[in-house]
C-alpha cells in the first residue's frame, strides 16, 4: 500500500486576521496620544480606535439619545445629502447616521442632552478613517455655522470600548501573583489619583462573558485627571517583576463610585399581598425620613436569660440623619454603634415602609384606579379593582412605626473589612410581625445551573432560613432586596479593595476611633452577577435601597448582609448603571454582635447570639 501524497504546502504569511479590540486598545494604550495628564474620559477616547468625537468633555458609551431641537433637525435635513455624500466618498457602506440629543442622565456633565450626528460603523477594517470622516463633516458644518451648536460622534458598535466585569474564578493562577502585588499597587493609586479611586479588584472584563479576559479594574470618580499611561505601564511593571509575564493582565481604569447616593421613591403595589406586612426584603425607614433601605432577615437575639425579636439591617440604613438627634449624637452612633441597653443614647424608631415608597406606591395605586376606574362594574375587572382599593386603604394607613434600633456595629472597620450591621428590635404589641423567612426561589434566568453550577442547586425553596453559612469565592448566592427584589451572582474569587473617603465615609475602629485617610480602604467580598442571552453579559446584582439585604447560598442559609456597591457607569442611564454588591459575612457579623452585647463592665463575659425563627 503506498502511502498518500503529501498535503500542498501552507502559506501562513498571506493573511492574518486583523488584531482584536483589545489587541488594538492594547496597542493605542502605549502610543504618545495616552500619554500626559488628561481626565479619565479624554483618556477612554484616546484609548479607543473605534471611536472619534469632536465633543470637548467626551462621555463614555453608551449614551442616551432623545429628540434634538427641531430648528437644528430642520437644518440638519437640509444638508444630509452633504453629509451621506461625504461618508460615500470616505469609503464607507455599512452606516447608520442619526441626529439626535445624547446624555448620561447621573454622569458628571451628562444631564444636560448635547445635538449630536452619530454616525455608526459596521464597515471592516475602516476605523483608521473615522478621524478624517469627522473632519470633513466638521468643515461642512463649519460652512453651515451648525460646528458649535452640533457635535459628531462616530463609532463601530461592536467594537468600541464597553467594558462589563464579571466573576473570576477563586483557583486562576493570576489571583496569589495579583495579591502579591496589591499593596503596592494600592500605593500607587493613592501616589497619582489619591482622591480619585474608589475601588480595585482582579475581575474578567470584557463586552461579554465569552469575551472577557482577567484584568486588573480600577473603578475611578469621574472627570479624574492623570496620567493614566504611565500609572498603568507601572502596574504593569509590578506584575512582571513578580512573574506574571505569561498573562497578557490588562488595567482598566472604569469611571465608578463606591458611595451611596440617596435613593427614590419606589412602588411596591405590584410586591403587596393580602396582609402586607414586613417581610425579609422588605422596605424599612427611620421614621420621619424619606428614604430607606432593605429589611434584612428576622431573628431572635439572645443574651443571657433575654430573648429580643427582631430583625438584621445595616446600620447606615437605620441611622439618623435628621434635626431630631444633635451632631455629637449622630457622631457618637457612628463611632461606638447604637449600644446595647445604654439607657440616655437616642434610638432611631424603624417603620414600614421608608416614607418615599408610601408616597409611590400610593400615588402609583390612585392613578391605577383612575385609569381603570370605568371598568370598576365589568364582571372582569370587579374583584381586581376591589383588591387595588384594599391596597390603597392599606398604604393610607402607613407608615407605620414597628421597631426600635437596639444595637448596631456603627460605621466602623473591623479586621481591614466594613463592619455594617443592626439589630432591630419589634416593638411591644407588633409580635405578629415577627415570623420565619421563607426562602424564595431564584429568578429562572439565574440558578446556580445558569451560572455553569450545575448540578448544584437550590435545595430548600419554600421552607425556612434555619442555619448560618458563609461568604466563600467562587459559590453561588442570591438575595432578596427592596429595590430588586431577588438576584442572583457569583463571589468574586478575589476580594475588592475599596477606598472609604470624604466626610460621609468617616469610619472609625472598634474602639471608635478615626481612621485615618490613607488607610481607609478595606478588602471586601463582591458578588457579580450576569444574565444569559445569546451570550452572557454583566447584570446588576443590587442597587441603592437594596442594603440590609440578607444573603443566602443555594443551601438557604443566611451568609451574609449587602451593605453597599460598586456602580459602574457603563449603561447608558444612571438606573440601569450596573452594580457589584458588597457583602459582609456572617463570620465576622457574628462575634462583632457577640462583642457588643457583652455585660457592660464585663468585656470578658458572653454576648448575644443570634437564633432564626423557624
Known amino acids: 500500500m ?12 498571506l493573511y492574518s486576521p486583523p488584531p482584536s479590540p483589545r489587541k488594538r486598545r492594547r496597542e493605542q494604550r502605549e502610543s504618545d496620544e495616552t500619554h500626559g495628564p488628561m481626565s479619565l474620559e479624554e483618556y477612554l477616547l484616546r484609548s479607543d480606535v473605534f471611536r472619534s468625537t469632536t465633543r470637548a468633555n467626551p462621555l463614555p458609551y453608551p449614551l442616551v439619545t432623545s429628540d434634538p431641537p427641531q430648528e437644528l433637525k430642520d437644518r440638519m435635513k437640509d444638508i444630509e445629502d452633504d453629509i451621506a455624500n461625504i461618508i460615500r466618498n470616505k469609503g464607507f457602506t455599512e452606516c447608520q447616521v442619526e441626529f439626535v440629543n445624547v446624555s448620561k442622565p447621573g454622569y458628571p456633565g451628562g444631564d444636560r442632552p448635547t445635538p449630536t450626528l452619530k454616525i455608526e460603523s459596521l464597515d471592516t477594517n475602516m476605523e483608521s478613517f473615522f478621524g478624517p470622516l469627522k473632519d470633513d463633516i466638521r468643515d461642512l458644518l463649519f460652512q453651515k455655522g451648525l460646528h458649535t451648536a452640533i457635535s459628531i460622534d462616530i463609532s463601530n458598535p461592536d467594537k468600541c470600548y464597553d467594558p462589563h466585569i464579571f466573576a473570576i474564578e477563586p483557583t486562576h493562577r493570576a489571583i496569589p501573583i495579583y495579591r502579591e502585588i496589591r499593596p503596592e499597587a494600592l500605593k500607587m493609586l493613592d501616589e497619582h489619583i489619591r482622591d480619585g479611586w474608589q475601588s480595585m479588584c482582579l475581575f474578567y472584563v470584557g463586552s461579554y462573558l465569552e469575551k472577557s479576559s482577567p484584568a486588573i479594574v480600577v473603578h475611578v470618580t469621574p472627570g479624574t485627571t492623570c496620567d493614566w499611561s504611565r500609572l498603568e505601564a507601572r502596574v504593569i511593571t509590578l506584575l512582571g517583576q513578580v512573574g506574571l509575564e505569561d498573562i497578557n493582565l490588562d488595567v482598566e481604569f472604569i469611571p465608578g463610585t463606591c458611595r451611596e447616593v440617596a435613593s427614590g421613591g419606589l412602588s411596591l403595589h405590584d410586591r403587596m399581598d393580602k396582609d402586607f406586612l414586613p417581610k425579609m426584603g422588605g422596605s424599612i425607614g427611620v421614621k420621619g425620613e424619606e428614604g430607606g433601605g432593605s429589611l434584612g432577615i428576622f431573628a431572635t ?59 409611590a406606591t400610593r400615588k402609583d395605586l390612585e392613578e391605577t384606579l383612575k385609569a381603570y376606574g370605568h371598568l370598576k362594574d365589568a364582571a372582569l375587572y370587579k374583584d381586581i379593582i376591589k383588591d387595588w382599593e384594599a391596597k390603597l386603604e392599606k398604604v393610607n394607613a402607613l407608615p407605620e412605626v414597628f421597631g426600635e434600633v437596639l444595637v448596631s456595629s456603627g460605621k466602623t472597620i473591623e479586621d481591614n473589612h466594613i463592619s455594617d450591621w443592626a439589630f432591630v428590635k419589634i416593638l411591644s404589641g407588633k409580635d405578629q410581625i415577627f415570623c420565619s423567612n421563607i426562602i424564595p426561589p431564584a429568578p429562572d434566568w439565574q440558578t446556580p445551573k445558569d451560572y455553569d453550577l450545575a448540578p448544584e442547586q437550590l435545595l430548600r425553596v419554600g421552607k425556612p432560613v434555619a442555619a448560618l453559612g458563609t461568604i466563600v469565592p467562587g459559590k453561588w448566592y442570591y438575595k432578596c432586596g427592596r429595590t430588586t427584589n431577588i438576584t442572583a451572582g457569583i463571589c468574586n474569587g478575589v476580594e475588592s479593595s475599596a477606598k472609604w473617603r470624604g466626610a460621609d465615609t468617616t469610619r472609625y475602629d472598634a474602639n471608635g476611633v478615626k481612621i485615618k485617610d490613607d488607610d481607609s480602604h478595606t478588602e471586601e467580598f463582591v458578588i457579580v452577577s450576569m444574565r444569559k442571552g445569546k451570550q452572557k453579559y454583566q447584570f446588576s446584582f443590587s442597587e441603592v435601597g437594596d442594603s440590609g439585604s440578607a444573603i443566602l447560598d443555594s443551601y438557604g442559609q443566611l451568609c451574609g448582609l449587602l451593605f453597599g456597591q460598586i456602580s459602574q457607569y457603563e449603561s447608558p442611564t444612571q438606573e440601569s448603571y450596573t452594580h457589584v454588591g458588597l457583602v459582609s459575612c456572617m463570620s465576622r457579623i457574628r462575634p462583632s454582635i457577640e462583642r457588643r452585647t457583652r455585660p457592660r463592665g464585663n468585656p470578658g463575659g458572653v454576648g448575644g447570639e443570634l437564633v432564626l425563627p423557624v
Do not use: M, W
Not at 2 to 13: E, H, I, Q, S
Not at 321 to 345: I, S
Open 2 to 13: 503506498t502511502a498518500p501524497p503529501p498535503l500542498p504546502p501552507t502559506f501562513r504569511g
Open 301 to 359: 437575639l439572645k443574651v443571657g436569660d433575654t430573648e429580643h425579636k427582631g430583625f438584621l439591617t445595616n446600620h447606615h440604613v437605620v441611622r439618623c440623619t435628621t434635626n431630631d438627634t444633635t451632631p455629637e449624637e449622630k457622631v457618637y452612633a457612628d463611632r461606638h454603634g447604637f449600644q446595647y441597653e445604654q439607657l440616655g443614647q437616642p434610638k432611631s424608631s424603624i417603620q414600614y415602609l421608608a416614607g418615599n415608597d408610601v408616597e
